[in-house]
């Protein structure tokens, strides 16, 4: 019985050596490429917020606070009627989230075509998966992509 114990817990300790000893090699090259093709994803979405955001303001429908209102009911004409919400603002609405729903497809499609094609979807896999578990590489990346966020434009204030 202690044997086979004994035997039970070696090997445990050699799968941890062999897990330790497995760890992915990310390049500085491979970590830059992914982080330059998230900085891409993420000053679209944010382009996109600065975007709506303008729309929003600018609408001589309603004002920001009622869009918000009735964007949160826009699926139900029951709360959209007790709302008072008139045809115009129903239309301004769908416009809104047909607008938003076409824009998300494209950064969701840029985002697929960055990972294949860019910096390539086995590393894109590999360095994803390496951020969750290397503390080291997750700090190189976050000053990465501080750097990159630099030069991004704000649209709106």
Do not use: W
């Not at 697929?112 to 190189?140: D, I, M, P, R, S």
């Amino acid at each position: 019985m202690r044997t086979s114990l004994l035997f039970c817990f070696f090997i445990f300790l050699l799968t941890l050596n062999a897990h330790a000893q497995t760890e992915v090699v990310v390049s500085d090259e491979e970590l830059l490429k992914y982080a330059t093709a998230m900085d891409s994803v993420n000053e679209l979405t944010v382009q996109l917020t600065d975007s709506i955001t303008l729309l929003v303001k600018n609408t001589t429908v309603m004002s920001a606070a009622r869009y918000n209102e009735l964007s949160r009911i826009a699926n139900d004409e029951a709360k959209l009627t007790e709302a008072k919400a008139t045809p115009e603002e129903i239309s301004f609405i769908k416009y809104m989230a047909d607008y938003k729903s076409k824009r998300t497809n494209n950064i969701n499609q840029t985002f697929q075509n960055l990972a294949k094609t860019y910096v390539g979807a086995a590393t894109f896999n590999k360095v994803k998966k390496a951020l969750t578990t290397n503390t080291e590489l997750k700090a190189k990346y976050d000053t990465l992509m501080e750097e990159l966020k630099k030069d991004n434009v704000k649209t709106v204030e």
